[in-house]
């Protein structure tokens, strides 16, 4: 199986503050790397997709990057709204999916 | 509009079984794979498994695997979430999701509110 090492666990941050989060896939999963935020008592939101590409309607501070085995999520100039957990999830052509364990972001 | 909606919260002792619903509209149901995500109390989420309603092909990820059944009745453009004997550990909020493109490997843009289910005698 593949493992998804995400880091930090948490972090807290200013507003104005650029915020990186990185995911590490234990073997090559090239750009099958998807990133969701997660409000408390909501359901997921796809944030990025593929890797690098920005879902439909998320604000373009929001970028990914990254191929092969490891993987940014970078928030260009974090906002109040932005407070939330953060997780890679990977995908492959066995249609198996694995998250990574979060990243909390605060806002200071 | 692709929509999920999922059935209400749950309360069981444990050894009970259940069964839970995620009933997808606005699109073609059989068509298009629907995942189950387990997400503990305070905890990450985690990817159970997903199934095809239309040939009923399901995959499990290896941890849910005897753990639970995923099933759908294509007839109610439904797919459920099934215990035969519930533990304490199983008390979680279970969320439903889909690919609004229709592609399994898209993001799975599309999600149920979530289903919390508690386990305690």
């Known amino acids: 199986d593949i493992q998804m090492t995400q880091s930090p666990s948490s972090l807290s941050a200013s507003v104005g503050d650029r915020v ?29 997709y593929d890797a ?19 993987f940014t999520l970078t928030i260009s100039s974090l906002q109040p709204e932005d407070s939330a957990t953060y997780y890679c999830q ?17 806002i200071k | 509009e692709v929509q ?13 079984s259940l069964k839970i619903s995620c009933k997808g509209s606005g699109y073609s149901f059989t068509n298009y794979w629907i995942g189950w995500v387990r997400q503990m109390p305070g905890k990450g989420l985690e990817w159970m498994g997903i199934i095809y309603p239309g ?52 993001a799975f843009d599309v999600w149920g509110q979530g289903t919390m289910v508690t386990v305690s005698s």
């Open chain 2, 55 to 106: 040939d009923s092909d399901t995959r499990y990820t290896p941890s849910f695997q005897g753990q639970v059944t995923i099933s759908a009745d294509k007839s109610i453009s439904t797919a459920f979430l099934k215990w035969s004997s519930l533990k304490a550990s199983d008390t979680a909020m279970y969320y439903c999701a889909t690919p609004s493109s229709g592609s399994v490997l898209d």
């Open chain 2, 4 to 16: 999920l909606v999922q059935s209400g919260a749950e309360v069981k002792k444990p050894g009970e």
């Open chain 1, 90 to 106: 990977q995908f492959d052509i066995l249609l198996t999916w694995t998250f990574g364990q979060g990243t909390k972001v605060e």
């Open chain 1, 20 to 48: 990186t989060i990185t995911c590490q896939a234990s073997q090559d999963i090239t750009n099958h790397l998807n990133w969701y935020q997660q409000k408390p008592g909501k359901a997921p939101k796809v944030l990025i």
């Open chain 1, 52 to 70: 690098s590409n920005l879902e439909t309607g998320v604000p373009s501070r929001f970028s990914g990057s990254g191929s092969g085995t490891d």
